[in-house]
């Protein structure tokens, strides 16, 4: 068996992945789908997100402080933990709206330099 | 894999990964068009000034308890559980107008940011607020008869909000209070320490909304040292010249029967309060519970039938009443 055709072994693989995950970091800016952002606020919610104008209350009970507490529990949410996600209180004070949520995740994502990208 | 094959695939990837090459790609601020709920992404500094404007929000406000007042206070929040509450009756030419409600103004709300070089999971003091306030608790009648278990309180609310400390977000109070009766008889000097906690996870504050559930339910916990004293007990059962320490806590439960089905207009809340007194050590508990269905889509006025059972560890005198009443809100 050729050299280069060799099954790679165990540590091998894993350097091979390192390599990727150094290029994501070094050469390129990581990007997020507004879909995807949607999709697991959609999990988190255990309720579908249509438009952007729907209540926040149809959302989240216990008013205006568990608003303000949604912030950190998002923040520990499976993928959005996995990425560092970083709102506060202040990104939710007096929102609305759904949509005003997803608006504030994208602008921290867009801040903390990822691509965000539609459709 | 060799390093030449590692070479060309980390130059592929990295063009996979370039935003631009990908079809219909673009940054938020590019693409407020594309959005799949319609949304029209603002800059960051037209998102800073929304953000600035909605945390700056001083005001006046009207609600059912001095609770529901602190940093995460909002105009237009809908809260029937909370609502301030006026209700009148008529027995045997006897009228009678019960009053339950907090009045005040909101100063220097504000919204803090994470500090720099802040871990997102680190914890933080996110806010702060003092707010002056007057209440007034207990039933009017129409000659000189006072049931002694009216109260109307001054006071000036100081509150920090720690975020991201065990629980999702806390809010720690302290409330230096005058009080009277609803003839100024009473003056009572007291001031109250709080702590509310917030933990979505176990429904401790709130709770999310799965669709189609039968039930959403979330409680609530406020620990509460509340220490007063009692220069002219007026028409309460207090005692002159007493000083009160009361330590306890107070519990609650709110819940939407059938949200879906019936558009969140039926609601239920409990509440109990157990308290124990450091100087008499004497015990003290209160229990509340009511139904209400909300009349307006915008839930600010509901029929709501209530009961009470209990001793208020502010007059201790003893209460047993069911209530129904219109209650609205501002």
Same mark, same amino acid.
């Given at each position: ?7 790679? =072994? ?16 070094? /050469? ?7 879909? =995807? ?12 997100? =249509?438009?952007? /104008?729907?209540?926040?209350? /149809? ?15 998002? /923040? ?11 709102? =506060? ?31 | ?56 929000? *001083? ?12 940093v995460y206070f909002q105009n237009g929040a809908s809260l029937v559980e909370n609502g301030a509450a006026l209700s009148i009756t008529g027995d045997s030419g006897t009228t009678t107008a019960t009053v339950n409600g907090v009045a005040g103004y909101v100063f220097n709300r504000n919204c803090l940011p994470r500090p720099a070089g802040f871990d997102p999971d680190y914890p933080f003091v996110s806010g702060y607020v003092i707010s002056p306030w007057v209440l007034a608790n207990g039933t009017l009648f129409n000659s000189e008869e006072d049931d002694g278990n009216t109260k109307i309180q001054a006071g000036l609310s100081g509150q920090v909000e720690l975020f991201q400390a ?53 409680? *609530? ?61 004497? *015990? ?47």
């Amino acid at each position: 068996m050729a050299r280069s055709e060799r099954r790679q =072994t165990p540590r091998e693989a894993g350097a091979a992945v390192r390599e990727e995950k150094s290029v994501l970091a070094v /050469n390129a800016r990581r990007s997020i789908r507004e879909r =995807t952002i949607i999709d697991r606020l959609e999990e988190f919610f255990g309720r579908e997100i =249509t438009t952007h /104008n729907a209540p926040i209350e /149809n959302y989240i009970r216990g008013g205006p402080g568990a608003v303000r507490a949604l912030a950190a529990s998002l /923040n520990r949410f499976d993928h959005f933990h996995d990425d560092g996600l970083g709102l =506060t209180p202040s990104d939710l004070q007096g929102i609305e709206t759904i949509g005003e949520v997803v608006i504030a995740i994208v602008v921290w994502y867009r801040r903390n330099g990822w691509n965000v990208v539609f459709r | 894999m060799t390093r030449k094959a590692l070479a060309v695939r980390r130059k592929a990837l990295a063009a996979a990964l370039c935003v631009a090459a990908l079809p219909g790609a673009g940054t938020a601020q590019e693409s407020t068009s594309e959005s799949a709920i319609g949304i029209n992404y603002p800059s960051d500094a037209e998102y800073d000034k929304a953000v600035a404007a909605r945390c700056g929000d *001083s005001g006046f406000y009207l609600r059912g308890d001095v609770a529901n007042v602190g940093v995460y206070f909002q105009n237009g929040a809908s809260l029937v559980e909370n609502g301030a509450a006026l209700s009148i009756t008529g027995d045997s030419g006897t009228t009678t107008a019960t009053v339950n409600g907090v009045a005040g103004y909101v100063f220097n709300r504000n919204c803090l940011p994470r500090p720099a070089g802040f871990d997102p999971d680190y914890p933080f003091v996110s806010g702060y607020v003092i707010s002056p306030w007057v209440l007034a608790n207990g039933t009017l009648f129409n000659s000189e008869e006072d049931d002694g278990n009216t109260k109307i309180q001054a006071g000036l609310s100081g509150q920090v909000e720690l975020f991201q400390a065990i629980f999702d977000t806390q809010y720690l109070t302290a409330t230096p209070y005058y009080q009277t009766d609803f003839k100024g008889e009473a003056q009572i000097y007291g001031g109250t320490l709080s702590w509310r906690p917030y933990l979505l996870d176990i429904h401790l504050g709130g709770t999310t909304t799965p669709a189609g559930a039968m039930l959403d339910v979330y409680w *609530s916990v406020d620990a509460i040292a509340d220490y007063f004293y009692v220069e002219n007990a007026g028409s309460t059962d207090l005692t002159e010249g007493t000083e009160y320490a009361w330590l306890g806590a107070s519990f609650g439960v709110a819940g939407w029967i059938l949200p879906d089905a019936l558009d969140d207009r039926l609601t239920f809340t409990t509440r109990f309060d157990a308290f124990w007194d450091a100087y008499s050590k004497q *015990s003290v508990d209160y229990f509340e519970a009511n139904v209400a269905w909300a009349l307006t889509e915008d839930q600010n006025a509901a029929i709501e039938l209530a009961y009470k059972n209990g001793t208020d560890k502010d007059t201790l005198v003893d209460i047993d009443q069911w209530n129904l009443g219109f209650t609205f809100k501002y």
